[in-house]
Every structure is written in structure tokens, then in C-alpha cells.
């Protein structure tokens, strides 16, 4: 009898162990609370503009004594690694903290006072999809060359991304 | 039924048997519902890696399409409704999407579908941007499960008119017809697009992958059905049910 409870025990225990070891996949990544960092509410100069007019987004640099989030910039980068794996490979991405203070598309997966990540790809070489044109022949594709993930600082969740060349 | 007397014998034999016999009945079904919990309920754990899809992948790089076209026509924006799949696009990926070029050899071109990639946790809607100049950008968003209708046209706006990228009816992304260097196009097409060979275009066969509500926009705005005229290659197939609607699919490999 004890065996078999011991048999039973091991059962539970193998399966409490598999769901503790996939529960990352359910979040996406690790959560934490800590400020972020200094380096991580500076972006490039420039990109917050560029983002702000190619996405109908307004996104400006939080600040730091007011910011604490859940999800670190290393989960968030992983987060986007894991699904763009087959797209930026082992480019290298830097992460910086925005505050959304409007999204004027309607549309945009993103919610006015949101704090998100972005993750900035760069020195990517990605052929982009191309339509079929009038001749039978694919039209010429464009060269990605960078990309900006956007992943929310709150929930770890994908918002969008946006690919340029 | 319980046991009784036998080996048990004796009342307090007869009841250690009822009660050994409980504690084995409880403990096959505490296995039996851990084990269920481990088959069912693991895999459905949102993020969880999908089990292995059957089809093979041969790899192969180049890009094979299923697509229906229509030219000779002055198109201001195309539209449709595009079904839904999560097939098997082995290490790379696959498109769906409705396409505005501003000529038949598509120099520049508005593209709006849904795309799905290795990695994804599930596919997703973009709105995709080629000017003649050559400047690019695609942004995709996350979009439900279900069939969603695609749109661009252009929308006359008071700093000038521009090419709006519209999901469900919802603006995604727009861009100034100036900087897109053209405010209408000869040449539209609806497409599945894989990005290496065996990618799954459109479902498998037999089962077929509709492109439904499939029209151009004219000068005035108005929906004109689309009736394209359609190809592809091995190993994919499409087909023309009516002039509003293509389906395509992969075939088995």
C-alpha cells in the first residue's frame, strides 16, 4: 500500500514539476519589479520621432523615479527573440522604456498610458515578401534591415512590430 | 462488490479488505487524474510549444505562390475576406494578403494580410509598405482567431490624401499617397505566399482556404469584384468558385 501511495506521490510530483518548468511558456518570461534603469529610458536619439510618425503612435521617455516594472528588458528581448527567432537570428537588440501617451490609430494594439518595451533590432538582412506581379514573376523584395518589437512593460505581452528597411 | 470473508476473514479482516480495496480505488484514480491533467491540460497551456506537424520540410529556400491577379483596371484600394490557418511553415513562413501595385512589374505597392512565422505564437495581421522609391515598412499586429477582412484604399484627408491600412475596419497604419509616389494602381492581386518550399500555403488538401468578398475599389469608391485570373505551382493548388472569391490549398507532400 505504501507503494503505491509512494507511486502516486512520484506521479504528482513529476506533473507539479512539469508545469513549473512550462509556466514561463504561459507568461511569456520571468516577471520581476524593479526600476528600470537609467540606460533603459534612453533611446537612440531620433527613434522615439521616427516611431511616433510611422506608427500614429506618441511615445515619449518615462521618468525614472516614477517608473517600476514588472518585466525586465532581458524577459522582454526574450520574449521577442523567441518569436522572431527565424527572422533576426543572432542580431544584437538594445531595449528602451516608453510611456504611450496617445496612439492615434485607433487600430494599434496599445493603450494610452502604457508603459512598453521597445527592442531594437539592428543590422538585419532579411529579404521582406513581395507580391505576384502582372508577369508571373515575383516583384523585386526590399532588405529589412531593422526592426522594433514592442512588448508591454506591464504584462510581457506582444504588442506589435514594425519592420523597416 | 466488496470483499468478504476469505482471506480477510472475520469482521476486522472484512473491514481492512473494504478499506485496502478503497485506498486502491482511490489511489488508480488519483493516477488516473494526474495522468489526464498531464495529457490535456499541459498542452493547451497558452505559449506551449505546438506538437510536431506531420508534414514534412524538405527545406529549400525561394518563394512559391498561389495568387489570382487582376490588370488593365485603375484600382484605389482592394479588399477581402481571408480565411484562417496555423499550418505548418516548417522553419520559415507564409502570407496571405490582398495587394494594390501602382503597375503590373509592382515598383511600389500597398500589401495587407496575415502572416505567420516560425516562432509565432499564433499568426498575425499586418499592413505592409513599398514605395516607389524604394523605402519600406511592415508592422504587424495581434489579431483574434477567426477570418478577418483586409482593406486598403485611399482616403482623402485634409494634408492630402493617403493610403489607409484598415484590419476589421480599424486604421492600422496609413501613409500619404506623396510618399508612396502613387495614389492608385494597375495591377491587384490576392496571394499565398511561401517563403520555402513545402511552407504551407492555405490549408491541406482536400480541405481549401477561401479568399472571400474579394473586390478593387474605382474612383469612386465603389466595390468592384475583383474576378481574377489565377495560378500557382507545385505543390499548392487554387481555385475560382466565383468572381468574388478564390481558395487554395496545399497538397500533400
Redesign the interface.
Known amino acids: 500500500?505504501r507503494t503505491?501511495?509512494l507511486?502516486?506521490l512520484a506521479?504528482?510530483a513529476a506533473?507539479i514539476g512539469?508545469?513549473v518548468v512550462?509556466?514561463p511558456?504561459?507568461?511569456?518570461a520571468e516577471a520581476t519589479n524593479r526600476p528600470a534603469t537609467a540606460a533603459e529610458l534612453e533611446p537612440p536619439a531620433g527613434e522615439l520621432d521616427r516611431l511616433t510618425g510611422?506608427?500614429?503612435l506618441v511615445l515619449t521617455s518615462p521618468d525614472a523615479a516614477d517608473v517600476d516594472v514588472r518585466i525586465a528588458a532581458s524577459a522582454a528581448d526574450a520574449i521577442s527573440g523567441?518569436?522572431?527567432?527565424?527572422?533576426v537570428g543572432d542580431a544584437r537588440s538594445v531595449q528602451y522604456l516608453v510611456h504611450v501617451e496617445a496612439a492615434d490609430?485607433?487600430?494599434?494594439?496599445v493603450t494610452p498610458d502604457e508603459l512598453v518595451w521597445v527592442v531594437h533590432y539592428t543590422g538585419l538582412n532579411v529579404a521582406?515578401?513581395?507580391?505576384?506581379?502582372?508577369?508571373?514573376r515575383?516583384?523585386e523584395p526590399?532588405?529589412?534591415t531593422q526592426g522594433f518589437v514592442l512588448i508591454s512593460a506591464d504584462t510581457g505581452?506582444?504588442?506589435?512590430?514594425?519592420?523597416?528597411? | 462488490m466488496y470483499p468478504s470473508g476469505g482471506a480477510y476473514g472475520g469482521a476486522k479482516g472484512c473491514r481492512r479488505g473494504a478499506i485496502d480495496h478503497y485506498q486502491r480505488r482511490w489511489t488508480r484514480m488519483a493516477i488516473a487524474a494526474a495522468l489526464t491533467i498531464a495529457v490535456i491540460v499541459i498542452p493547451a497551456i497558452p505559449g506551449a510549444p505546438a506538437p510536431t506537424a506531420l508534414a514534412h520540410c524538405p527545406g529549400g529556400g525561394g518563394t512559391t505562390y498561389a495568387s489570382g491577379g487582376k490588370g488593365s483596371i485603375t484600382a484605389y484600394g482592394i479588399t477581402s475576406s481571408i480565411g484562417w490557418t496555423q499550418g505548418n511553415v516548417c522553419s520559415s513562413g507564409v502570407s496571405h494578403s490582398v495587394t494594390v501595385c501602382n503597375t503590373g512589374s509592382c515598383g511600389g505597392w500597398v500589401q495587407s494580410g496575415w502572416r505567420y512565422y516560425n516562432g509565432y505564437a499564433e499568426p498575425k495581421g499586418y499592413c505592409e509598405f513599398r514605395a516607389v522609391n524604394g523605402t519600406y515598412s511592415l508592422t504587424e499586429y495581434t489579431i483574434s482567431h477567426a477570418a478577418h477582412t483586409y482593406r486598403f484604399d485611399i482616403i482623402p484627408a485634409p494634408a492630402g490624401a493617403n493610403w489607409a491600412c484598415k484590419i476589421d475596419g480599424a486604421v492600422k497604419t496609413s501613409k500619404f499617397t506623396i510618399e508612396m509616389g502613387f495614389g492608385n494602381g494597375t495591377w491587384t492581386v490576392a496571394q499565398g505566399e511561401a517563403h520555402a518550399t513545402h511552407v504551407q500555403i492555405g490549408t491541406m488538401a482536400p480541405s481549401k482556404l477561401s479568399f472571400t468578398g474579394l473586390n478593387y475599389i474605382n474612383s469612386a469608391g465603389s466595390l468592384i469584384a475583383m474576378n481574377p485570373s489565377v495560378s500557382t505551382s507545385s505543390p499548392y493548388g487554387i481555385d475560382k468558385p466565383s468572381t468574388t472569391q478564390i481558395r487554395m490549398w496545399t497538397n500533400a507532400h
Open positions: 500500500m503505491r501511495y507511486a502516486a506521479v504528482g506533473i512539469v508545469l512550462t509556466a511558456w504561459s507568461r511569456g510611422d506608427l500614429g523567441t518569436q522572431y527567432a527565424s527572422q490609430n485607433a487600430g494599434v494594439s521582406s515578401g513581395a507580391p505576384m506581379t502582372e508577369s508571373g515575383p516583384a526590399a532588405v529589412i505581452a506582444f504588442l506589435l512590430a514594425h519592420w523597416t528597411d
